[in-house]
């Protein structure tokens, strides 16, 4: 096989028409892998999506072909896909106010020209879920757009399939997650086009390093939540002067130990029984 890409986390490969996507273990944030794995990361992304593509195929098609016919040495942690067409649009649904759309909220009022009423503040949740898409920069951080950015990048037909679509799957998220006593906060998705043109969902979907999760018994606006995701992370190296800027920090065992068991505890409690 051929390797087409490295990216911050997954490596794409190429096997005749299809493509194989490995999750590796490598962890990023801010758009800077660390040196540091968290064992067994790559495994829990790969199986959790596999999980949720299975349970959003009457919303939209995706990628996968198989997640066992790939070589031995990647099976649990690789997808066979089929090739598509990205759209180079991250599409992010958001149902809860925090990260950097807290910032934009209170420097504007909105969210990638969202309008929301005043008096919001930390972890609140929305009226109603809101599409906020961000460019999807091959080098640096990824910028803000508006639905109008999208129409004007990708087409007005598109932009509105990628809003509707990304709505959809992060409603269903947030419903499946909610009878587990999960609370999704926002998703990011990624979309490409089949051959015949039709919007396929791809690369991962509603996983710890795509999606902010809370606990839902321990929700309580107008403060940091305790997360399932990398946000936990992201805290850890606000308390070491990092500037955010390549090289990443070592990541303390520690800190590895509890990125893994929160990754580990939010797939056993959204799979369990299902």
């Not at 009022?109 to 999807?136: M, R």
């Not at 640096?140 to 799957?169: C, I, K, N, W």
Request: aromatic share 8%; net charge negative.
């Amino acid at each position: 096989m051929e390797l087409l890409h490295s990216g911050k986390v997954r490596d794409v490969y190429a096997d005749g028409d299809d493509i194989v996507l490995v999750a590796s273990d490598r962890v990023s944030i801010y758009d800077v892998v660390l040196p540091t794995p968290v064992p067994g990361k790559g495994r829990i992304l790969t199986q959790l999506s596999a999980w949720w593509f299975d349970r959003l195929t009457d919303i939209t098609p995706n990628h996968v072909i198989s997640t066992t016919d790939v070589p031995a040495r990647w099976l649990g942690r690789a997808i066979r896909c089929r090739r598509l067409d990205m759209v180079p649009v991250e599409c992010i649904a958001r149902g809860y106010l925090t990260g950097l759309g807290l910032v934009s909220y209170k420097e504007t009022g909105a969210v990638s020209g969202v309008s929301l009423p005043p008096g919001l503040g930390e972890a609140s949740q929305l009226p109603e879920p809101i599409f906020t898409p961000t460019t999807k920069a091959a080098a640096g951080h990824d910028e803000p757009m508006t639905f109008q950015d999208v129409a004007d990048l990708a087409g007005a037909q598109t932009a509105g399939e990628l809003s509707r679509v990304t709505l959809q799957v992060y409603r269903r998220g947030s419903e499946l997650a909610a009878m587990r006593g999960i609370i999704v906060a926002d998703t990011k998705l990624e979309f490409g086009r089949a051959a015949d043109g039709t919007l396929v969902l791809a690369d991962e979907v509603l996983t710890p390093d795509s999606s902010r999760f809370w606990p839902a018994e321990e929700y309580e606006p107008g403060r940091p939540q305790h997360s399932f995701d990398k946000q936990y992370l992201r805290d850890w190296s606000a308390t070491i002067g990092w500037d955010r800027t390549p090289p990443g920090p070592e990541i303390p065992a520690d800190v590895v130990a509890a990125m893994t068991a929160r990754y580990t505890g939010l797939f056993e409690r959204l799979t369990a029984g299902a």
